[in-house]
């Protein structure tokens, strides 16, 4: 499984981005796809995550009201997207995107979220 995660940039202080994470090399319904971030200097946490089938979603409370995640399981698209409205500093991180099934879990090469104020 292959993970390709783009969208990062340089935004100012309540600006939004729109992260975009392509899966290939599997079967991408079977997958829980997650979001994490790693702030210079701190440990990487989890973000957002959205279960395979039924889409549940995840936040984790700093982000919630702010970020949006959704999946897009058509056959040639296969890609998962994290919505960021209103960033603020914080924000600032390496976002990673992974997908688990299981005993199995897979990450991306990150895409960097620079928020300047």
């Known amino acids: 499984v292959q993970l390709q995660a783009s969208g990062g940039g340089l935004v100012q202080t309540g600006g939004s981005l729109r992260l975009s994470c392509v899966v290939s090399?599997?079967?991408?319904?079977?997958?829980?796809i997650g979001w994490f971030r790693q702030a210079p200097g701190k440990e990487r946490e989890g973000v957002s995550c959205?279960?395979?089938?039924?889409?549940?979603?995840?936040?984790v409370d700093s982000v919630k009201g702010r970020f949006t995640i959704s999946r897009d399981n058509a056959k040639n698209k296969s890609t998962v997207y994290l919505q960021l409205n209103s960033l603020q500093s914080e924000d600032t991180a390496v976002y990673y995107c992974?997908?688990?099934?299981?005993?199995?879990?897979?990450w991306g090469q990150g895409t960097l979220v620079t928020v300047s104020s």
């Open positions: 959205i279960s395979p089938g039924d889409g549940i979603t995840y936040y």
């Open positions: 992974n997908a688990a099934l299981i005993s199995e879990t897979y």
């Open positions: 090399g599997s079967t991408f319904d079977d997958y829980g």
